[in-house]
């Protein structure tokens, strides 16, 4: 197995589900902060509309939306749906909120004053941890399979933005034959992560969730205001699927090649200590051991849950 890095996802461009959201951003960091005309045209457009056709715009792009934490239930597909849960992580997203005021232009200012996508994620990382810390966003630990503080996704700038890496165990950082190099680079994501710069994948999702829903909304209404031809055309020209859709997917699937990649699920070790292949699962296919005693192990402390759950 591959030793040579802690990096999984190289260290060219983001994954080819965030670019859209990136790109999302770009328009309205140009749209409201470096571009005065275009930043006026919002303001007196949306300072014209009277709250009825403001509330219809915003159920034009976002009909799935509720009207507030209060009246949370949505008409979707012939069915009144319990939208209670997203209107208490997304409060400032719901109609009443969203149309109200200079609301709007507060979601813009905070959705592009600290310039790139990462700086805005590292600012809204701070108050989201606020929140779980407060109770005001209730997260089910239960619930979240396969928490591994040692898979960290990297935040800390655009072209990295999204990138899966991994915090080695101490078996292989204490291991003479390590290269150095790789020592270095371990240090260097402890670092981040210590600052805030990679976070564990529950919290990406968590994060990059509220961000699509944030920018995205945002972006529809400033396109309906503009009814400008470059944003018609870059809606128009995206193929890539929504990223609120593939988020849990991308989580999983990086997730499973780190671990397919990292050698025993349960120290780290290459190979079997005759110097074989590892051992693989049966059940699942997935996890690698290079013992007995490594697979009982992890199998009691981890593995039993997410064995059994793909399994059935």
């Known amino acids: 197995m591959n030793q040579s890095t802690n990096n999984e996802n190289g260290g060219g461009a983001p994954p080819a589900q965030l670019t859209t959201l990136i790109s999302m951003q770009l328009f309205l960091r140009q749209a409201w902060i470096e571009n005065v005309a275009l930043h006026a045209q919002i303001e007196t457009k949306w300072h014209q509309l009277n709250a009825e056709t403001r509330r219809a715009i915003v159920r034009t792009v976002a009909p ?34 969203f149309t109200a005021g200079d609301q709007l232009f507060k979601i813009l200012t905070g959705l592009t ?67 150095e190099h790789i020592i270095e680079e371990n240090a260097n994501i402890l670092d981040r992560k210590n600052k805030g710069l990679s976070i564990e994948t529950w919290e990406f999702e968590i994060l990059i969730t509220r961000l699509k829903f944030l920018i995205e909304q945002s972006f529809l209404v400033v396109k ?15 193929t890539m699927p929504p990223i609120v859709a593939t988020v849990s997917k991308f989580i999983s ?15 780290g070790k290459d190979t079997c200590p005759d110097g074989s292949k590892l051992l693989i699962c049966l059940r699942c296919t997935d996890a690698r051991y290079c013992s007995r005693e490594c697979q009982i192990k992890d199998w009691k402390t981890s593995h039993r849950e997410s064995c059994c759950a793909k399994s059935n």
Do not use: Y
């Open 64 to 97: 799935n939306v509720p009207e507030s934490r209060e009246n949370a239930f949505v008409f979707i597909d012939g069915k009144n749906v319990d939208m209670s849960q997203f209107a208490a992580m997304f409060p400032e997203l719901c109609i009443a909120v």
């Open 113 to 179: 004053e600290a310039g790139t996508l990462s700086a805005v994620a590292s600012k809204h990382l701070a108050g989201m941890r606020m929140a779980i810390a407060q109770g005001a966003i209730n997260i089910d630990f239960n619930a979240i399979p396969n928490i591994n503080p040692s898979i960290v996704v990297n935040i800390s700038s655009d072209n990295t933005f999204g990138r899966v890496e991994r915090l080695l165990p101490n078996q292989i950082l204490q291991n003479v034959s390590t290269p």
């Open 224 to 238: 309906e205001l503009l009814a400008d031809r470059a944003a018609e055309k870059f809606c128009v020209e995206q």
């Open 253 to 267: 699937t990086s997730t499973k090649t780190i671990k397919n990649n990292r050698g025993c699920w349960s120290c």
